[in-house]
């Protein structure tokens, strides 16, 4: 079973200041893997897939990379729209599974 | 667009039974692998069963495999979740997702909350 770990738990910045959240895979993934943004009191929102691709509708300041085992998304210049918990994820082939990271959340600092 | 919209949630007792609905519109609902997700209080995403768009094929997370059963009618555009023997661990936001097959989800409901508890 393939457990995803993300880091940190909670990244402390301003607006403005340039985010990066890691995931690390327990066993290489080639590069399926997504991001999910989540905000308070509202459903995840699909944002990157296949590691690098943004989903429609996503700006362009939500990048994501990453191969193998790690894997990393990036919020070159943080919008106060973008404080928000961000969920990476992929899916086991078999059995069908489909596993989530803990999360990490990105607060104002 | 699409829209997911969640029902059925509520106060249940332990060992009791509920069934989830999710209505689909907006998109080919008889051509989409759909999911159920959940999401306790203050906690993260978990991941509970798939059906693929014709339902010949099923998956379930290990601790709810056996309780709980993910059906769908096409045409009704309807995903739902039975959910048998509640635990009060199974408190949580539940959520509909579609899926991009064959990896991820794209589009998602807002939630119906399901609450275990005498």
């Known amino acids: 079973e393939i457990v995803l770990t993300q880091s940190p738990a909670t990244l402390s910045l301003s607006p403005g200041e340039r985010a990066t959240l890691s995931c690390r895979a327990s066993q290489s993934l080639s590069t399926y893997l997504a991001w999910y943004q989540q905000k308070p009191g509202q459903a995840p929102r699909l944002l990157i897939y296949d590691a690098s691709n943004r989903a429609p509708g996503v700006p362009a300041r939500f990048s994501g990379s990453g191969s193998g085992t790690d894997f990393t998304l990036t919020i070159s210049s943080l919008e106060p729209d973008d404080f928000a918990v961000y969920y990476c994820?992929?899916?086991?082939?078999?059995?069908?599974?489909?596993?989530f990271g803990q999360g990490t959340k990105v607060e104002i600092k | 667009q699409v829209q997911l919209v969640e029902s059925g949630g509520g106060v249940v007792q332990p060992g009791g039974s509920l069934r989830l609905s999710c209505a689909a519109s907006?998109?080919?609902?008889?051509?989409?692998?759909m999911h159920w997700v959940r999401q306790a209080p203050g906690k993260g995403l978990e991941w509970l069963a798939y059906?693929?768009?014709?339902?010949?094929?099923?998956s379930y997370e290990k601790s709810v495999k056996g309780r709980f059963t993910i059906s769908r009618d096409n045409s009704q555009n309807t995903l739902y979740l039975e959910m048998n023997s509640l635990r009060a661990e199974d408190t949580a936001l539940f959520y509909c997702a579609k899926g991009r097959r064959p990896n991820y989800f794209d589009n998602w409901g807002q939630g119906t909350l399901v609450t275990v508890s005498s």
């Open positions: 994820q992929k899916r086991s082939d078999w059995p069908p599974a489909w596993t």
């Open positions: 059906i693929r768009f014709d339902g010949s094929d099923k």
């Open positions: 907006g998109f080919d609902f008889s051509n989409a692998d």
